[in-house]
């Protein structure tokens, strides 16, 4: 997959989501004329997929210098240990130092949903897996978990921002919603055949009004 272009938060690039004491660290540093050459590592605090590398290294684009810089990191996707470092900053101070709390967010999210996804493609053994989790995060972050979790093995998402962020077309049932709607599995199947394209796969849920087995069977009598 090639890496999206990500676009910092203008939250994340005014310091506004960082910890205060980075933005008063700094002021001080400021204040005092004080800002060295200074080295920052991010490492891991156990094993796992490293995913937001991408993401951090466009948010340095834009606040580091450009000369008298240095940015190493391992590749997004590359697995990593416990307390192995995984980028490495040599920067003036007051140049990155504000930004450590999204740094070291984005890291931690993006690698956290990796790692997990990675989980369960191995559990999965060799069976594709989809990822569904946008309804159980904050929609600001739904594109980049799906993101994350693609990069950990996941072969979809559901999501159309996770979609347009990997180039992969969104992937997914019916929702009960329709069904419920409808008030007939059948029918919301039928309508669901009627209007969607060819490309996009028939998966009825059959789990709402009936036993699963009667409604599989009236499902595939109807649909042929």
């Known amino acids: ?34 800002n060295p050459l200074a080295t920052m590592e991010v490492f891991a605090s156990r094993g796992g997929i490293l995913c937001g590398i991408e993401e951090v290294k466009a948010l340095l684009a834009r606040v580091l210098p450009r000369t008298n810089r240095q940015v190493w990191a391992l590749a997004e996707g590359e697995e990593m240990s416990t307390k192995e470092v995984v980028v490495r900053i040599t920067a003036p101070y007051q140049s990155y130092g504000l930004y450590e709390t999204a740094i070291c967010g984005i890291l931690a999210h993006c690698s956290g949903w990796a790692t997990a996804a990675r989980e369960c493609v191995e559990a999965a053994g060799g069976i594709p897996i989809i990822s569904f989790g946008a309804r159980h995060v904050h929609p600001s972050v739904a594109g980049i978990m799906d993101y994350s979790a693609i990069v950990g093995g996941c072969v979809g998402c559901s999501s159309i921002a996770g979609a347009k962020l990997t180039r992969v077309e969104a992937s997914g049932t019916m929702p009960h919603s329709l069904i419920l709607i409808m008030g007939d599995t059948v029918k919301a199947t039928l309508a669901f055949d009627k209007h969607m394209p060819d490309e996009i796969a028939r998966v009825s849920l059959v789990d709402t009004f009936k036993d699963e087995a009667e409604e599989s069977l009236r499902v595939a009598q109807a649909l042929g």
């Open 1 to 34: 997959m090639k890496p999206p272009k990500f676009e910092p938060s203008e939250a994340a690039l005014s310091g506004e989501t960082a910890d205060i004491y980075f933005l008063r660290t700094v002021d001080i540093l400021r204040a005092e004329g004080i």
